[in-house]
């Protein structure tokens, strides 16, 4: 299969939506209505979820989603097959998540300089019908490309190791190894794998 590969943007917010809401999550996956906000999400956020109504609640991630989106918030690369979004690649800036800060994740700026350029693959999404299909393979080599093009002077991502199933959206450390990622440290709370691209 070949997939069209495009840079999120604001006008992409329904697509993007689309993918989230009819067929990224419909085999039951525990993460369904994440909209991948979560490296965004603050406690701050949390708090004023609590106090909407309970219908308002079930929407407030989505609607962070496409505010985010619109505001040029939430990054990464989306993936197209005959004009529908089948999947997607939140890859930005590592110093942009909350929950990647030095604060929250000291673990994962082991052997990183401050001045160090940094993109981190946080998490993907991809069509349940196209799983096992390469579509995150394609999104991973998108964001390589990107990556070396823009001068990052590392790529990071946090996958699963060992068995892999799809409620880790890390994906697997196997994807990332073909392409050159080492692992930094496999015994944090989570695993960081990274590339050095100069």
């Given at each position: 299969m070949k997939f069209v590969i495009k840079k999120l943007a604001p006008e992409m917010a329904d697509d993007y939506t689309d993918l989230f809401d009819n067929r990224g999550f419909n085999d039951g996956n525990m993460n369904k209505g994440c909209y991948c906000v979560w490296h965004h999400w603050t406690a701050q956020h949390e708090d004023k979820r609590r106090q909407?109504?309970?219908?308002?609640?079930?929407?407030?991630?989505?609607?962070?989603?496409?505010?985010l989106i619109q505001e040029g918030m939430l990054n990464g690369f989306a993936a197209y097959l005959d004009g529908r979004m089948v999947g997607f690649c939140n890859a930005d800036f590592k110093e942009k998540y909350y929950r990647l800060s030095?604060?929250?994740?000291?673990?994962?700026?082991?052997?990183?300089?401050?001045?160090?350029k940094v993109l981190?693959?946080?998490?993907?999404?991809?069509?349940?019908?196209?799983?096992?299909?390469?579509?995150?393979?394609?999104?991973?080599?998108?964001?390589?490309t990107y990556a070396a093009e823009n001068q990052?002077?590392?790529?990071?991502?946090?996958?699963?190791?060992?068995?892999?199933d799809s409620t880790h959206c890390g994906g697997p450390f196997s994807m990332y190894e073909k392409l050159g990622f080492s692992l930094v440290d496999d015994k944090a709370a989570e695993a960081t794998a990274r590339k050095k691209l100069r």
């Amino acid at each position: 299969m070949k997939f069209v590969i495009k840079k999120l943007a604001p006008e992409m917010a329904d697509d993007y939506t689309d993918l989230f809401d009819n067929r990224g999550f419909n085999d039951g996956n525990m993460n369904k209505g994440c909209y991948c906000v979560w490296h965004h999400w603050t406690a701050q956020h949390e708090d004023k979820r609590r106090q909407l109504s309970v219908n308002e609640r079930l929407f407030a991630k989505r609607n962070y989603a496409i505010k985010l989106i619109q505001e040029g918030m939430l990054n990464g690369f989306a993936a197209y097959l005959d004009g529908r979004m089948v999947g997607f690649c939140n890859a930005d800036f590592k110093e942009k998540y909350y929950r990647l800060s030095r604060n929250n994740r000291p673990d994962s700026w082991v052997g990183l300089n401050d001045d160090d350029k940094v993109l981190s693959i946080v998490c993907y999404v991809v069509d349940v019908g196209l799983r096992g299909k390469d579509v995150a393979t394609a999104l991973l080599e998108r964001v390589c490309t990107y990556a070396a093009e823009n001068q990052f002077d590392y790529i990071e991502a946090y996958p699963a190791l060992g068995s892999f199933d799809s409620t880790h959206c890390g994906g697997p450390f196997s994807m990332y190894e073909k392409l050159g990622f080492s692992l930094v440290d496999d015994k944090a709370a989570e695993a960081t794998a990274r590339k050095k691209l100069r």
